[in-house]
């Protein structure tokens, strides 16, 4: 089991900036997928960003371009750096791991809010 500490969340303008990062309890090296999802209210919670372990990344469409997610494996950090935001961007942001390819999101921080005003 791994506990997963998310920081860095807050309020913004829209073309603002913010960088969440994850503090994870443990080694996450071993950790096959560490991502990104967010919620809205009324809204399905979905994935933003993951990386594998071999660096390989992949986002949702509406954040390709603008967020970009990274992992250190030596900190025990996963970070995502979040440009160009917008009010549809607002959301609790929460920090997951996936142990296996094949595994489901098992691991899950508490989450942070992003409020991003127009």
């Known amino acids: 089991q791994v506990q997963l500490v998310e920081s860095g969340g807050g309020l913004v303008q829209a073309g603002g900036s913010l960088r969440l990062s994850c503090a994870a309890s443990?080694?996450?090296?071993?950790?096959?997928?560490m991502g990104w999802y967010r919620q809205a209210p009324g809204k399905q919670r979905e994935l933003v960003a993951g990386?594998?372990?071999?660096?390989?990344?992949n986002y949702a469409d509406s954040v390709k371009g603008r967020f970009t997610i990274s992992r250190d494996n030596a900190k025990n950090t996963v970070n995502l750096q979040m440009n160009s935001l917008k009010p549809e961007d607002t959301a609790v942001y929460y920090c997951?791991?996936?142990?296996?390819?094949?595994?489901?999101?098992?691991?899950w921080g508490q989450g942070t809010q992003v409020t991003v005003s127009s």
């Open positions: 997951a791991g996936r142990p296996g390819a094949w595994s489901a999101w098992s691991y």
């Open positions: 443990r080694s996450i090296s071993s950790i096959y997928s």
């Open positions: 990386i594998t372990i071999g660096g390989s990344t």
